[in-house]
């Protein structure tokens, strides 16, 4: 069974909008600058009482919705900013979400690309569990580690999860491509840590994480690397750019996506665009934009999906599946 199709999703974004006006009158920006360069209005941000689990937790419960939880064998989380270093989103999602005790719970650490490796790790495992469900999330509190006086980042980051449930499926293709560049200089956010040892000095670079990146330069590295591994997933998939019915690519930038979409040779009705009102939600802006597709009535049985992310590392990585039913919502 080489195929993959997505038996139910959900999504969860906090209700508070910070929009480009309010992000005026903390920094020397303008609200029509930041909508030309990024194609953001507003973006989502947590409240104080919010973590990545409580918003990790409500867009599971929607993917799970009329599911059979006892039969999820692996629950894996991409996330940058999760509530602990140990124990893992995973390991609290099973326990929060009541899922068996004898299944896999993984975190994975890819920045932006985390949901789409979070669906290839899931159908790469479920090769071992057969009739058995992978949930899949990715979920980001951004707000956490975003410098606010930094200009050139802060009116990029939201906050926000994703989440979906697949099977393997004996119908289709499921096909992905992925790989690394490791750099901390384009892209990056320092660990924190106490540094209180008391016989060793503190370290003079130990100062609290906040986002920091090259903007031109990941610019560049996006359009190029997510089109290439398009072009590889798809060759592996035997399948043309035109046969595909849906794109997701990253929601980092308008400009971005853009690009990508002409490099290809894209239709651009194909593909989901929500950074509008979401931003850059890191790990969560497939799985959101995933949901938003799903919900909107336009997958059918049979569709081609296109999921495509680069993210801090560098990563990047994609995939190819045919989805094998139509899925009906409750709500």
Same mark, same amino acid.
Request: glycine share 8%; aromatic share 6%; net charge negative.
């Given at each position: ?150 200009? &050139?980042?802060?009116? %990029? @980051?939201?906050? $926000?999860?994703?989440? +979906?449930?697949? !099977?393997?499926?004996? /119908? ?116 959101? &934009?995933?949901?938003? %597709? @799903?919900?909107? $009535?336009?997958?059918? +049985?049979?569709? !081609?999906?296109?999921? /495509? ?23």
């Amino acid at each position: 069974m080489n195929g993959l199709t997505i038996l139910g999703t959900g999504s969860y974004t906090p209700p508070f909008a910070l929009t480009n006006k309010m992000l005026e009158t903390i920094v020397d920006t303008d609200s029509e600058w930041i909508k030309l360069r990024t194609g953001i209005l507003s973006r989502a941000i947590a409240a104080e009482s919010e973590t990545t689990l409580s918003m990790a937790t409500a867009a599971a419960q929607k993917a799970l919705d009329g599911l059979d939880r006892s039969k999820i064998g692996a629950v894996i989380a991409a996330t940058i900013t999760p509530d602990y270093l140990t124990p893992s989103l995973s390991c609290l999602l099973q326990r929060d979400l009541g899922l068996p005790t004898d299944i896999a719970a993984i975190d994975i650490n890819c920045a932006c690309s985390g949901f789409v490796m979070a669906m290839k790790t899931a159908h790469t495992l479920l090769a071992d569990m057969p009739g058995r469900t992978a949930l899949i999330i990715g979920a980001e509190m951004l707000s956490r580690v975003t410098d606010y006086t930094d200009r &050139a980042t802060c009116v %990029l @980051f939201g906050d $926000g999860a994703g989440a +979906a449930v697949i !099977r393997r499926d004996a /119908a289709g293709t499921f096909a992905s491509d992925c790989g690394a560049v490791g750099n901390a200089e384009l892209l990056s956010c320092r660990a924190q840590y106490l540094c209180n040892n008391p016989f060793m000095p503190r370290p003079r670079d130990a100062e609290p994480g906040a986002i920091a990146m090259n903007g031109q330069e990941v610019f560049r590295f996006a359009i190029e690397t997510c089109s290439e591994s398009v072009k590889r997933t798809l060759t592996r998939a035997c399948a043309e750019v035109d046969s595909v019915n849906h794109f997701i690519f990253h929601q980092a930038n308008r400009r971005i996506i853009d690009g990508i979409v002409r490099k290809l040779g894209i239709t651009p009705e194909k593909c989901v665009i929500n950074i509008e009102n979401h931003g850059n939600t890191s790990s969560a802006t497939c799985a959101v &934009a995933l949901d938003d %597709l @799903f919900r909107s $009535g336009k997958v059918n +049985a049979g569709n !081609r999906i296109v999921m /495509a992310a680069f993210g801090g590392g560098l990563t990047y990585a994609s995939a190819y599946f045919t989805q094998s039913e139509e899925i009906k919502y409750n709500d």
